[in-house]
């Protein structure tokens, strides 16, 4: 049984820093590519970025520069760093995995799903 769980969320205000990491279990980690995504009420989950299975790293164009992200493949983790927080990053974060090589930026092409973690960010 495939897991993901997203950790780190919380209130910050804006300029602040978080990390949020995801710890998958019950699959073939380092085959993965793995995403994260955000929803905030009333809108559509969004794409934030992939790391594939190499550690290349893709990212939505509003968010690239600020957000990074980075796996652990020994640990079976893979980190959102957000750096220069926005109120309008408020949202849910979620992980997802990708069990194929070509980087996809929609929710339908990811398989398996955390259940998501809060981020406020606050002016």
Do not use: H
């Not at 980690?29 to 992939?50: D, N």
């Not at 550690?55 to 520069?65: I, V």
Request: glycine share 12%.
């Amino acid at each position: 049984q495939v897991q993901l769980v997203e950790s780190g969320g919380g209130s910050v205000q804006t300029g602040a820093s978080l990390r949020l990491s995801c710890a998958a279990s019950g699959l073939t980690f380092s085959e993965y590519a793995m995403g994260w995504f955000r929803q905030a009420p009333g809108k559509e989950r969004e794409y934030v970025g992939t790391i594939t299975r190499t550690g290349t790293t893709y990212f939505a164009a509003a968010l690239k520069g600020r957000f990074t992200i980075s796996r652990d493949n020994a640990k079976n983790i893979v980190y959102l760093q957000m750096n220069s927080l926005k109120p309008e990053d408020t949202a849910v974060y979620y992980c997802a995995g990708r069990g194929a090589l070509v980087i996809r930026t929609t929710p339908a092409d990811y398989a398996y799903w955390g259940q998501g973690t809060q981020v406020t960010v606050s002016s």
